[in-house]
């Protein structure tokens, strides 16, 4: 079956500084989205990308979070200037089909700000 | 809010007997999901339930869909150790699923 790939799988960064994590989504999938989930807590949305744009963002989503598929294969989440409250897993997934559909997540990767 | 609620958020059982975890959401939906997390992985998709079923079946899982009542079941039956997990449902809101805040189930030997 194929799968949703993220890297890195655990990443650690200064307060300040900028990541981008990298995900590589089902080839034939359409929706791409990142989720994240601070430890302990509930899986939170934060953006939907669809035909090169994004389709819908969350509240948490602001300014300092941006969003690629730079290369028609990887779908990046950068955070331009990182802060102790991003510390979470962040989870890419995409739907088979429909944006409602099943989604397929990445195995996640661990920020962690210090 | 168009988020799902589980319930009851911890349930402890021994191994063998059925768990039930239920679901609750506030808006009308397309489909229904419950997901399966591991501590510290990912999510992985169990099952999806459309508004105009009332019941599906996968193996040891049954879930059930009111839509009158907004409200889900996941129902494992003979639970293994290996079921040991979190369990969330979601919900279609849009270009978008939102997650509930899980029910922790820990099965004992």
């Known amino acids: 079956e194929p799968e949703v790939t993220q890297t890195p799988s655990h990443q650690v960064t200064q307060m300040g500084q900028e990541v981008i994590l990298r995900c590589v989504p089902i080839s034939n999938h359409l929706y791409f989205y990142w989720y994240r989930q601070i430890l302990g807590q509930k899986v939170e949305f934060l953006v939907s990308?669809?035909?090169?744009?994004?389709?819908?963002k969350s509240e948490i989503f602001d300014d300092q979070f941006s969003v690629e598929r730079p290369d028609g294969s990887n779908f990046t989440l950068k955070i331009r200037s990182t802060k102790l409250e991003d510390s979470a897993m962040y989870f890419c997934a995409s739907p088979q089909g429909e944006s409602s559909d099943t989604q397929y997540f990445g195995p996640g990767t661990r920020l962690t700000v210090l | 809010s168009q988020q799902g609620e589980e319930d009851p958020q911890a349930l402890s059982i021994q191994e063998g007997e059925n768990a039930t975890m239920n679901c609750s959401y506030k808006t009308s939906i397309n489909n229904l999901q419950w997901y399966r997390q591991n501590s510290g992985r990912g999510l992985v998709h169990l099952i999806l339930i459309r508004s105009n079923e009332r019941e599906k079946h996968s193996g040891r899982l049954r879930v059930t869909l009111d839509t009158s009542k907004k409200s889900s079941s996941l129902l494992i039956t003979a639970s293994r150790a290996a079921d040991t997990a979190s369990y969330f449902c979601?919900?279609?809101?849009?270009?978008?699923?939102?997650f509930g805040k899980g029910t922790r189930l820990h099965i004992l030997p």
């Open positions: 979601a919900t279609d809101a849009g270009d978008k699923i939102i």
């Open positions: 990308f669809y035909n090169n744009e994004i389709s819908e």
